[in-house]
Structure formats: C-alpha cells, structure tokens
C-alpha cells in the first residue's frame, strides 16, 4: 500500500442487513471512490492477529463501519490494539434517510445500495481528509 | 413433559472481505440459511462472537458448528475453537473450489458468474454437511462422497479438540450431566432432559429397549465414537437406573 | 437485576422477561409504580423488530384507552404501532429516545421505558394480561412456531 492511504474495517456482520450495507460501502469507497488510497483488511484476521494486517492497521489511518450500535468493527479493532481514526455506522444514515429500508441481509436491493453509497460518499469525504492531515 | 430442545446446525462464514473466496463464503451461508435449510440453520456472526456476544459463543458450546472460511487463515474455524468449540466440520472455499474444479473467482461484489457458480455449489455442499450433522442422509447434497477438502472433527462430544465448558451456563438453558464411562467422566449434553422425559414415559431401566432408546436420544445432540459406544450405553442405563431410584424416594420426575 | 428475569433460550437468542411487569400478548409491558405504570417493549419484541431507530410516544397530558395507539418505533425491518396495555394520561415520555433510541434495545425494562401513565383502572385492566410466566411460555411458543423449530 502507498504511502498515506486509509485502511477501511467493515463488520460485515451477517445477522442483519444493516451487515450487508456496511460491507457494500467499503467497496463503493475502495474500488469506486478512492481506489489506489484506500483499501480494506478482514476484521477477524486483524482481531484473531494477523501481523501484516496488524501492521497495515497501525501504520496507516483505519476508518471502521459498524451496522449497528453494538459495533464489532470498532470493538475489534480497539481489542486488536488499533485506534480508530473514525468510525461510522450504518445505523446513522439511516436515521437520516428512514424510506430506505432494507430487510434482507442476502440482498440489500436499491434501497441497501442508495444508503451504501450515501455512506460511502461520507467515508471518502473523511479519507480526503485523514490524507491531508498526513501531508 | 420436559421439551428436548430442537437440534440446529450454526453456520459460521468468515465473510473475508479482502477476497472473492471471503463473500462467497458468505453467500453460501445464507443461502443455505434462507433457501436449503431453513429452519434447520443459524448464522453465527463472526464480528460479534470475536467481540464477545456470550449468546453467539454459547450457542457454539452446544450445538453443532459449520466454519467456513474463504482462505487457509481459517479464521471462522480458529474463532469457534477459541471461544467456544472445535467446529465439527471445516471448509476452506479456496481448497474446495480446486477438488470441484471450478473457475476462481474475479470480483469481491457485482455480478461474478464464477463466484455464483462457486456460492451454489459451496451451498449444497453445506446443506449435506447440515443433513450429515443432523442425521438425514441424503437429503440435500448431490454429492455422492464427501468431498476431500471438508475437515470433520467426530470424536467424542461436540467441541471435543479441546475441553468442553462447564455446563448449563446463564446463556443457554441446555443442562448437561456428567457421567463415569470406564473411569472417565464424560459430558452428555441434554442428559437430565432425556432422562425426565424417558421416566414420565414409563421406560424401565432393566430393558433393553430402553437402553437402544437412550443412544438414539443421546446421539441427536453429542457425538458418540464408534468405539465407544458400547461403554457409553452401559454408563447411559447404569445413571438412568440411578435417576429412577432416586425419582422413586423422592416420589416423582 | 439479574434474578428478576426470567429467560429462555431459542438456538442462539435469548429472550428475558421481567418479573413483576405484566405483559400486552403483543409484547408491551407494565410496571405498576404505585398510581402510575410505567410502559415499554418487551425484549422479545425488541429483539424481533431490530434496532430501532426512532421512537415516537404521544405527548404528555394525552388520555388514552387500552388498545390505543401510545406510541410507535421505526426500525430499519419495521413500522411498529404500539396499543396500550392500560388505560389513564400520559405523564412522561422518555427524552432520552431521541437521541438514543437504541436503549430500547439494549436495556428494555430498565433505560428503554417509554412513557410513565396516570392509571384509570388498572384492576379492569391488568385482567387481559399475562404475567411473567405466561408471557415466558406464549414468547417461547411463538418463537418456536417462527424459527422453525
């Protein structure tokens, strides 16, 4: 990874669509928005210690999203001894955006994908910003 | 009556997100959940039982787990046996899709036909393997051998690989007895059930029918060795006997 | 706080009930404190209806009937309207589901109540409810029957 980049940490967690939405926004960001400084790392490599994703997480900026309040991306990290330089949920927009609903965790549909996307542009505003704070 | 609680399988996907193999892994578990066996499956939330979810790790304790991992880090599989259980059966979506010859596939999201291909076939695979756990053969996959690159763990009771935990936790309300087999003591899981249910039955300890009767109840929720099995039906019916004289001085189940 | 609920376990969920609440089969539950109750979601429905991500309660001062609507919640899964369980006037809402209306789900009977209500007639009204016990043993019916189990 080059120099500066932020590494993004989704939960992905499969017991709830708000899972599925978080996942999909971390590549609307890393392959979409902001490919080539910004990539992803598997939450349960980091968690179960995994030194080059232990590495990766230390030494570049680490954005995590969570799906909802209980926040396994956030958690895991911290557990793993990283600091989050932000941390979004899922959950959030949402509340911002209540007509997109999705129920299904196997299938957001577009309702799934306008809130991913809606995130994600949030997520690539806030990467700008960790990368200039790093010039 | 006591309520024998239903035997599932929990699916547990490592949903790797650097990797196409990690969303396979992914679909192949809900569609299993959803479509092949509903019903029969629970999802186990990888995030939430490495973050401590006690319901998530419990579950593992007592009930048979699938790990499916999209790469050879295994991560879905070392987080069971970690904290819970030994898995009773591993898949690595990378291995299995080399034994079944299909195409890698390309894309993380978004239409993949390789990754499709790769999810359904990774799916019935698992629908047999939850048919297995669950003893209705043949009921699901299409395979007719299991495939080389499925990694079982059949010996003794469930999460056998390490030492079982202690029983009936304040997250589950599946009791366990321990009992004396040949000198060594063994958990059987949902035994003070099984024993309640069988004595308001009216099944008498010296038969031997009820001796038959107790392996086929025992062996729905725990693993039995093949060569152990006849020690563990003497031990079975010796500890029935003891729960039934018991129940008698006491006057009742 | 522990030994007040009861619980019952459905494959990997857990399900509490409160001791000393009685419960609308829907799921709402009562806490009588005297001449006020105060009301909230059961965990069983909680749990059912996902996180939950507006509350809105009729305003205080409001004068409701048992099977009017109190109040209703908006997860990601569902619109929820919830009837009331007895009949009286509102006399607080809980303020801090505005901007946290996820203590519903994560403390159901305790930071997640949701309205306190002056009692009309609660002896007529608690009649239509299920204690503890019996709302135990309707949520691990219905669980069962839905889970497929």
Redesign the interface.
């Given at each position: 990874m080059p120099e500066r980049e932020v590494v993004i940490v989704?939960?992905?967690?499969?017991?709830?669509?708000?899972?599925s939405v978080g996942?999909?926004a971390?590549?609307v960001v890393t392959?979409e928005l902001r490919p080539g400084c910004t990539s992803?790392?598997?939450?349960?490599?980091l968690?179960?210690g995994?030194e080059e994703t232990q590495r990766r997480v230390r030494q570049h900026p680490t954005i995590t999203i969570d799906g909802?309040?209980?926040a396994?991306?956030r958690?895991?990290v911290e557990?793993a001894g990283g600091k989050p330089a932000a941390t979004f949920r899922v959950?959030d927009v949402?509340?911002q955006h209540?007509e997109l609903?999705?129920?299904r965790?196997?299938d957001i549909g577009e309702a799934g994908k306008a809130m991913a996307r809606i995130l994600a542009e949030e997520i690539a505003d806030k990467v700008d910003e960790l990368r200039k704070q790093g010039e | 009556m006591p309520r024998l609680p239903e035997r599932k399988v929990g699916l547990i996907a490592c949903s790797g997100e650097e990797l196409p193999e990690g969303t396979v892994s992914r679909e192949a578990a809900l569609r299993v959940l959803e479509l092949l066996r509903p019903g029969r499956t629970v999802t186990l939330c990888l995030p939430l039982f490495l973050a401590g979810e006690e319901r998530e790790r419990a579950f593992a304790r007592f009930f048979p787990t699938i790990a499916i991992d999209g790469c050879e880090k295994r991560c879905a599989a070392r987080a069971t046996e970690m904290y819970s259980a030994r898995p009773a059966v591993s898949l690595v979506v990378s291995e299995l899709r080399e034994r079944l010859g299909l195409d890698p596939p390309n894309r993380v999201r978004g239409p993949d036909t390789a990754r499709e291909a790769l999810a359904l076939a990774l799916a019935d695979l698992l629908a047999g393997e939850v048919d297995r756990l669950l003893e209705r053969p043949g009921a699901g996959s299409k395979a007719a051998e299991p495939v080389a690159a499925i990694i079982r763990s059949d010996g003794g009771a469930p999460g056998t690989g390490k030492e079982a935990e202690a029983v009936c936790s304040c997250a589950s309300d599946i009791p366990v007895q321990k009992v004396d087999v040949d000198g060594r003591t063994v958990e059987v899981i949902a035994l003070p059930l099984i024993f309640s249910q069988f004595l308001q039955e009216g099944r008498r300890p010296d038969e031997d029918a009820t001796a038959d009767a107790l392996m086929e109840q025992v062996r729905i929720y725990n693993s039995i060795p093949v060569d152990g099995e006849y020690a563990l039906r003497r031990a079975l019916l010796s500890a029935y006997e003891a729960f039934c004289t018991g129940a008698a001085a006491t006057g009742g189940a | 706080m522990a030994s007040e609920l009861l619980e019952t376990t459905i494959d990997k969920f857990i399900f509490r009930v409160r001791q000393g609440c009685w419960y609308s089969p829907v799921g709402v539950w009562v806490q009588p404190e005297g001449s006020v109750a105060r009301l909230g979601l059961s965990d069983f429905l909680q749990q059912r209806s996902g996180d939950i991500a507006f509350v809105n309660v009729r305003p205080i001062g409001t004068v409701i009937a048992v099977g009017d609507e109190f109040a209703s919640l908006e997860t990601m899964k569902v619109d929820l309207a919830l009837d009331s369980p007895a009949s009286g006037t509102i006399t607080a809402v809980n303020q801090r589901l505005v901007g946290s209306p996820e203590l519903v789900n994560q403390d159901p009977y305790g930071d997640g109540w949701l309205a306190l209500v002056e009692l009309r007639n609660w002896e007529g009204d608690r009649q239509a409810l299920l204690d503890a016990a019996q709302y135990l043993e309707a949520i691990r019916a219905q669980a069962l029957e839905e889970m497929g189990g």
């Open positions: 989704p939960c992905s967690g499969i017991g709830k669509a708000f899972g996942r999909e971390a590549y392959e992803t790392v598997c939450l349960s490599l968690t179960l995994d909802c309040p209980t396994c991306a958690v895991n557990q959950f949402f509340r209540k609903k999705v129920r965790v196997s | - | -």
